[in-house]
C-alpha cells in the first residue's frame, strides 16, 4: 500500500495498520507522550517512513526480540512539530537536526536516511539490576550480532536508542557508567565476545 500523505483518519488508519516486519505494525512505533498531551503524532511523508522503518524493524527489532524475547517500545516516530514542541518545553527531544534519520525517520540527515526507537528488554532486567554496568553486555552483543547505526544507553530501565541508517556509524554512547562513548566505528569482533558472557 502507497500512502502518500495522511490526509484523513481513514489514511492514519490505515498507515497504523501497515505491516513493518513480522511482530511489528507502524502503529506501534506512533505513540507519544509528548503527542498525546499536545499535538498529532504521524509522518509527513508516509512512505519514507514505512521504507526506514521496515529497516528498523527487520535488521534490528525482529532479531534483538527472537533473541530476547518480547520487547518493549518506549520512543520511536516522532513527526517534526512533535520533536520540536519536545526540545522546546524541555521533554528529552533533541533538536529536529539532530533527530533527522533517527527519531524524525522521514527526513535524512547529511548522511540519507534512518529510522530510531527506544526500547526495553525485559528479559534483560534480572541482568541489569544485579549489575547497572551488565548494560555493555548487551552492547557488545548487539555491536557484534546486529547492522546498527547508532546505540544510547539510558538508566531507567536500561532503555537504549537503537538506530538504523542507509551509511552506519556503528557508535554506542552510555548514559549509565561508566559514562561516554564505548565504541566508535569499530568493526565486529570475535574477541568482544568475552564481555557478554550471560548472552551467548
Known amino acids: 500500500m502507497t500512502i502518500k500523505k495522511v490526509s484523513s483518519i481513514a489514511k492514519l488508519e490505515d498507515l497504523g495498520r501497515t505491516q513493518l516486519s513480522k511482530s511489528f505494525f507502524m502503529r506501534d512505533f506512533l505513540y507519544s507522550e509528548i503527542a498525546n498531551w499536545y ?3 504521524f509522518p509527513d511523508h508516509p512512505d519514507i517512513a514505512i521504507r526506514t522503518g521496515t529497516e528498523l524493524c527487520q535488521q534490528l527489532l525482529e ?27 524541555g521533554h528529552n527531544c533533541a533538536t529536529n537536526e539532530k533527530n533527522f534519520a533517527s527519531h524524525i525517520w522521514d527526513y535524512p540527515n547529511a548522511k540519507g536516511y534512518g529510522a530510531m526507537a527506544c526500547i526495553v528488554i525485559p528479559s534483560f532486567l534480572e541482568l541489569y539490576e544485579r549489575d ?17 547505526s547508532h546505540l544510547q544507553f ?31 566505528g569499530e568493526m565486529v569482533n570475535k574477541e568482544f565476545e568475552k564481555f557478554y558472557p550471560d548472552l551467548i
Open 132 to 148: 547497572q554496568s551488565n548494560w555493555q553486555q548487551l552492547a557488545y552483543w548487539i555491536h557484534n550480532n546486529l547492522n546498527y
Open 39 to 41: 499535538i498529532p503524532n
Open 63 to 89: 532479531p534483538l526480540q527472537e533473541k530476547f524475547g518480547r520487547i518493549t517500545i518506549r520512543s520511536a516516530y516522532r513527526a517534526p512539530s512533535v520533536n520540536q514542541l519536545g526540545n522546546e518545553k
Open 154 to 184: 539510558f538508566p531507567k530501565l536500561c532503555a537504549f536508542n537503537i538506530g538504523w541508517h542507509e551509511q552506519p556509524v556503528r557508535e554506542i554512547y552510555s548514559y549509565i557508567q561508566p559514562k561516554g562513548f564505548l565504541l566508535r
